[in-house]
């Protein structure tokens, strides 16, 4: 999506490692006339998916998810992410590693809140290696529930979680895929669609 | 707000302890339509009050922040929480200590996204103790810039955050107070204000 990338060109910032950073207007503060067309643009793609529910992740996912259930006027689930490994029975989890932080959360659903039949868009920030959007698929799974697809505002395109998710069938919509960062130039490319 | 005190008596689940749970609309699960009704209260609460930005803390407040800084047309900055004791110079930071898990966390804003000068409306789900409260009053204060107040949707009236909130001169505006609860009963009263 044009808008998105011309602004990731302008206001992201490319620091070493492959760390895209759009903290300010994504991911801690939040432009929300830029979120509110990127929702509209999910309720387009989306639009004939027959979405019942939308899910996401705390905590930076919550924003654009937000717009996007009140797009659809559907109910926003967060799943919690949660160190702990005593779990309670009452939720649907499932442990997921992060690369960021190098170690391994859990993320948690409580069972009242995702039901068998139900059709879940998934919507997240960001996609690169996949464990967040896995971790939400698992939990959609246990509850009997459907993935109609997933809403990404910024793909990694060159990490693999993209690929592995929709090899598995699922329907991914990233509004932009970086195909390669320089924190030298501080350049950013897309992927060609 | 009789909307509000309406769904948590028909929705609202108390248990022991002084617990109210309303996750099943307000902060896991969430009901955008209410959710939306309750943003367009702030609006009005708030409408001359000069809001250039709304600030909220993570998780549960982003929602019902997001709808609110999508009406006043303004962004929308969260506050991160985090357990480390070792913050980057790069943030305001504030400790807070939590009455739910019994410990103390920092709340932390980039100083890039609070400015002196800035007119800041804070937005959050829930007021008991008032911690998190005073914590995002302490980083605008660091920043110069001015809170004009603070929405809250449910206030446990019975607890001292509110009050000594506004005895500090911040306007604080709840949207259901919670007088007292009866986890027997399952009864929940409603200060009359």
Known sequence: MQLLEDRIRRDGKVAPGNVLRVDGFINHQMDMELLDKLAAEFQRLFADAGVDKVLTIEASGIAIAALVAQRFRVPLVFAKKSKTSNIPDTVYSCPVKSYTHGNVNTVMVSREFLHAGERVLLIDDFLAHGEALAG??????????????????????FQDGGKNIRAQGYRVESLARVQSMDADTGSVEFAAD
Not at 137 to 143: F, G, L, S, T, Y
């Open 136 to 157: 939400l698929i698992n939990v959609v799974d246990q509850a009997g529930g459907t993935v109609v697809g997933a809403g990404i505002l910024i793909e990694k395109a």
